[in-house]
Every structure is written in structure tokens, then in C-alpha cells.
């Protein structure tokens, strides 16, 4: 066990010296998940965790927040409360349909985070949601110190649950992880599918699923065929939120694969599709907003650069002025440089919003680095880097 601890927090590092690239499906597991700590000293604690447990409903969530409230003022030396505090304000603040008003929330997010690291300056819980509060308010360009910290804290780890002791799963990932190799991707598939074929409650299945089909599509030759394996994706997805309706990776790669299929159509498809592509990303960032290297960022980012008109109507319902997209994706850039997509979106927004400067510094990023740096991403960012070049030639920024 101590071995095993010893391994993931050496992360990426470790694994690029070390690892053999087929062992890397046995070393990697899943990323950081934020949930805070909780403490059993108080009855209050087991009330304000079953709200929560059903925060799909906002008076739940208010309910919650108030025996938060309640474990704080009864206990002033404790953190975990301050953290729970900072979290459900987050989920507030998201939720806010108001901007101003959501923005204030999230500010009240980060003020519970800041008492917390006062007193534990190296907290992650604390670092994860001041950092998304200051990147979702209208401070993103204020959050690099908190973000660069955080990530030098948590390794990067499999954007997906991998179920123990099932061997089935490992026999996909050593394929997965070839990845680059489409015809090892595809292999990973038909083992997810197999299981899902014998177990139709296999969450985990469905959601590598939809993330699997989704990379296939990013590799499609032809816009039918694109059409085709992003709307796969998607169907998986949808199985996978069905089982579990809050899960950060689920609505994710959920709502990217419905994104990638509407970019691919008509503006009327677009349009039809907004509200539902919007409504799972607004779950994710809910659940885990630096999921997948703050991914999040990228998905809105997406969708300025290619249904600009939509998404300026449609953020705007969801609290989010489209003029904090930027900033964000800049924030996502810096809290982990490696993945390079993030560049690749800034430098896509950055063309739609008629500013070639930001777009060549970005492409010129993701060409000028090591696609080996982030081994878990390596075959994103080889494809990543392959797209910047067609993408310079296309937009005669060279």
C-alpha cells in the first residue's frame, strides 16, 4: 500500500523514467476527486451530507449550507466544515442564474477557502476550490499562483474510474493506452462494449465509452464518419449519466461528444442541441471544475469558436459572461501547460474573436513542446500538435 502511494505521487515524472509504456494502464488511476473530508464528532454532519447527497434539487442544497453554517460556528477550529462551506457556495455560484450574484457567491466560496489555508497554507481541498472560485468568478487572471500550487500537488491521473478487481477493465486500458494507435483503441472498445453487453448497470463501461468514441471522432476522416463515432459517443454517455446523473466525467464526455456531433451539422442542429450540451457541462463544473485539466474551459471555448452566436445567448443564461471564456482557457493553460488541446482551443477562440496574435503565440506553444512531457496524453498531444500545424496553414498565421 505504502508502494502504491509512493507511485502516484510521484506522478507523470516517475512514470515517463521508469514505467513501461504497457504497464502504464496498472500504474496510472483515476485523478484527484475534490470531495472535502468530513468528520463523524457531530450529529449535524450526517444530516447536511444526505441534503447533499441530493443536491440535484437547489433547496437541498440551501438546506445543506445552513448545517455547514451551523458546524462551523460549533466548531471554530476545525477546517472541515470551512471546506464544505467552500464547496457548496462553489455549487451555488454555478448555479446562480444572475452573473453579478453568481460571481458574489463564488467569491463567498473563495473566502472559506482562504480561512481554511491560513491556517493550512498547503491544503488541496482548500487550493482546489479557491482556484476554481477565483477561475469561474471574474478573476481568472488573479488564480495562477493558487492553480500552479494545486498542480503541483495532484498527479494526473486517469480521467475515468477503473472498477478494482476486475480484469477486464486492465485488458482495455493496456490497449487504451496505445491509443495513438486507432486500431488499440478501437480493441478497448470492443472490450468496454463486451461488458457492457453482460452488465447493463457497468457505469464505468459507459462512461470509457463515451470518452473512447469521442477520441475516435476527433480522428475521423470525413464528416459523416465524424458525425457518426461522436454520436456513438454520445449514446454511451447518456446510459452512463443515467446511472449516475452527477458524475463530473460522465456529463463531460457526455456533453463533448454532443458538442462534436453539433459542430459537425447544421446551425439549426446547433441550436436544437445547445441547451442539452449546456446542461452537461454545467453539471461537470459543478461536480469538478478543474475536471480533466479544466476541461471545462476548452468545451465553452469550443463552442465561442464555432457557434459563437449560440453560445454568447446561451452563457449568459447560465450566469457566465462569454467574455470570461479567455481567461479561463488561459488558466487552464497554466494549470497544466502539458495537455496541449488547451492552447489548441485558446488558439481557436482566439481566431474566432479576430485576435491572430493570441492564436499564433498558442499554436506556437503547442508545436514548441515535448508531446512526451504528459505521458497520460501523449496521443492528444501528438494529434493536438498535428492540428496547430494544419490549423497555422489554414489561417495563414505562418
Not at 457531530?42 to 445543506?64: G, M
Not at 467569491?107 to 477557502?113: C, D, I, Q
Not at 498527479?155 to 495513438?180: I, M, N, Q, T
Amino acid at each position: 500500500m505504502r508502494m502504491k502511494k509512493l507511485l502516484l505521487a510521484l506522478g507523470s515524472i516517475f512514470f515517463l523514467v521508469v514505467c513501461e509504456r504497457d504497464a502504464l494502464a496498472a500504474m496510472i488511476e483515476q485523478a484527484f476527486v475534490p470531495e472535502p473530508p468530513t468528520r463523524q464528532d457531530d450529529p449535524l454532519w450526517k444530516e447536511a451530507l444526505s441534503f447533499w447527497a441530493k443536491r440535484e434539487k437547489s433547496k437541498n442544497i440551501d438546506q445543506a449550507l445552513e448545517l455547514f453554517k451551523k458546524l462551523a460556528a460549533n466548531h471554530p477550529d476545525q477546517i472541515e466544515p470551512e471546506l464544505w462551506l467552500a464547496r457548496v457556495y462553489f455549487i451555488q455560484g454555478v448555479k446562480e442564474s444572475q452573473e453579478k450574484k453568481g460571481i458574489a457567491i463564488m467569491k463567498e466560496s473563495g473566502r472559506h477557502s482562504q480561512k481554511v489555508l491560513q491556517a493550512d497554507p498547503e491544503n488541496v481541498y482548500a487550493l482546489y476550490w479557491l482556484s476554481s472560485a477565483i477561475g469561474f468568478a471574474d478573476q481568472a487572471n488573479l488564480a495562477d499562483p493558487v492553480i500552479k500550487k494545486l498542480a503541483e500537488k495532484i498527479p494526473a491521473g486517469r480521467e475515468l474510474p477503473v472498477p478494482e478487481g476486475v480484469p477486464a477493465y486492465r485488458e482495455a486500458l493496456a490497449h487504451w493506452d496505445k491509443r495513438g494507435n486507432l486500431d488499440e483503441a478501437r480493441r478497448a472498445i470492443d472490450i468496454w462494449e463486451r461488458i457492457t453487453q453482460g452488465d447493463p448497470q457497468a457505469f464505468e463501461a459507459y462512461a470509457w465509452l463515451a470518452r473512447a468514441y469521442y477520441w475516435l471522432g476527433e480522428n475521423g476522416e470525413t464528416r459523416e464518419e465524424r458525425e457518426k463515432l461522436y454520436h456513438r459517443g454520445y449514446e454511451f454517455g447518456v446510459k452512463a449519466v443515467a446511472l449516475k446523473p452527477r458524475h463530473a466525467g460522465a456529463n463531460f464526455w457526455t456533453g463533448a461528444s454532443l458538442a462534436r456531433y453539433a459542430k459537425e451539422g447544421s446551425f439549426l442542429r446547433q441550436a436544437r442541441l445547445a441547451p442539452e450540451i449546456f446542461h452537461y457541462v454545467k453539471i461537470s463544473i459543478q461536480e469538478e471544475p478543474v475536471y480533466f485539466y479544466l476541461g471545462s474551459s476548452r468545451y465553452i471555448g469550443y463552442c465561442l469558436a464555432y457557434a459563437g452566436s449560440l453560445t454568447r445567448r446561451f452563457l449568459p443564461i447560465l450566469g457566465f459572461d462569454p467574455e470570461r471564456v479567455v481567461p479561463l482557457l488561459k488558466l487552464s493553460a497554466v494549470f497544466m501547460p502539458g495537455y496541449l488541446e488547451t492552447n489548441q482551443a485558446l488558439a481557436e477562440c482566439a481566431i474566432s474573436l479576430d485576435d491572430p496574435v493570441q492564436a499564433r503565440q498558442s499554436l506556437e506553444f503547442v508545436l514548441g513542446q515535448d508531446p512526451k512531457s504528459l505521458p497520460p496524453a501523449e496521443a492528444e498531444n501528438i494529434f493536438y500538435q498535428n492540428k496547430a500545424r494544419k490549423l497555422i496553414k489554414t489561417m495563414k498565421l505562418d
